[in-house]
């Protein structure tokens, strides 16, 4: 199965990588969003389900007119002990999407990237810390539904402290104007689910 999803995935990325250098106007890869990430994780273990707060930072810069530089930064805090957030999850990566148009104001694209995860936890009496470095693989779709409202979809591959998952990611974006927009973003997989809302401008 989990071989089966990696070819898929090098497929897209032998495909984006031989496609024309027909690309979207309307669709930029150079922009910096800061966003507010609320998620939940349900533990295998117990009905009991944590709840966390972040704030993350991401960075797209094309450096051909078909790549782009992806970097990208999140901390998220949970609720874990007495309602008191204690526990710390910070993820930051580095990558390049490689990006084509298929469409008029559509545009697939795929992302692989380094990524490293830091976890610091406290259970009120002791406290710990523990670092992993692995990747994360992304192919999805843009696609602007109106002249100011945008649509994304796509699926996310990680491998992180020995643990696989794929996460299912659909975002919804209004442009207040050519560079400036609004987004929201909810994401779904294993054992996490997300909500988000982000400020983009793109330039």
Same mark, same amino acid.
């Given at each position: 199965?989990?071989?089966?999803?990696?070819?898929?995935?090098?497929?897209?990325?032998?495909?984006?990588?031989?496609?024309?250098?027909?690309?979207?106007?309307?669709?930029?890869?150079?922009?910096? #969003?800061?966003?507010?990430?609320?998620?939940?994780?349900?533990?295998?273990?117990?009905?009991? #389900?944590? #709840?966390?707060?972040g704030i993350g930072f991401n960075l797209s810069l094309s450096f051909h007119p078909r790549y782009a530089i992806t970097a990208s930064v999140l901390a998220t805090t949970f609720n874990n002990f007495q309602h008191i957030p204690v526990d710390t999850i910070k993820t930051t990566d580095l990558g390049v999407t490689a990006h084509t148009s298929i469409a008029e104001r559509s545009e697939v694209f795929g992302n692989i990237s380094l990524l490293r995860a830091e976890i610091t936890s406290d259970n009120g009496t002791a406290s710990g810390n523990d670092n992993d470095i692995g990747y994360q693989l992304k192919a999805g779709l843009r696609h602007f539904i109106s002249e100011s409202l945008e649509l994304e979809t796509g699926i996310t591959h990680f491998y992180i402290f020995n643990y696989p998952d794929n996460t299912l990611n659909l975002e919804m974006r209004y442009y207040t104007d050519g560079h400036f927009s609004l987004g929201i973003a909810y994401a779904a997989g294993g054992h996490k689910d997300s909500l988000s809302v982000n400020g983009r401008m793109s330039f």
């Open positions: 199965m989990l071989n089966h999803c990696f070819l898929h995935y090098f497929l897209c990325i032998l495909l984006f990588l031989a496609a024309t250098d027909a690309c979207s106007k309307n669709i930029s890869f150079n922009y910096a #969003e800061g966003n507010f990430v609320s998620s939940t994780i349900n533990l295998r273990a117990s009905p009991k #389900e944590l #709840e966390g707060n």
